[in-house]
């Protein structure tokens, strides 16, 4: 299960509503590389392959490929605005070990293909 807050919610519905596309959805998966062995991928898409799952968070449709699923299970993203502009966090409880910039990571039993270049 992923778990997304109320104000990442907002801002993910006001970039859906942007892309004026009908039936795109939320995809978030993880990919071998960046600092610390897997880096997180988060867009938009309209395709579903097979062994996606989906689910519905505060109605927006979210979907997690297979394979990613166990690295993310229990994620947890939220919207953070600063003076500076605003973004996302996300606090992944299966990361043993996270990049400075904390868009990379890797688990107990993971370590991914980290990246030789830092973040």
């Not at 104000?7 to 978030?28: C, W, Y």
């Not at 605005?81 to 400075?100: D, K, L, R, V």
């Not at 990379?104 to 293909?113: E, K, P, V």
Request: charged share 20%.
């Amino acid at each position: 299960m992923v778990n997304i807050s109320e104000s990442a919610t907002g801002k993910i519905q006001e970039m859906l509503a942007a892309e004026e596309m009908p039936n795109m959805f939320l995809r978030i998966g993880v990919q071998e590389g960046g600092c610390s062995g897997f880096s997180y991928g988060m867009g938009f898409d309209d395709e579903l392959h097979e062994g996606d799952n989906e689910m519905d968070i505060h109605g927006v449709k979210v979907v997690v490929d297979g394979d990613s699923m166990k690295y993310l299970n229990g994620l947890q993203i939220d919207w953070k605005e600063s003076a500076m502009g605003g973004g996302f966090t996300i606090n992944n409880p299966n990361a043993t070990a996270t990049c400075g910039c904390g868009s990379s990571f890797r688990t107990a039993t993971a370590a991914g293909n980290p990246a030789a270049d830092p973040c």
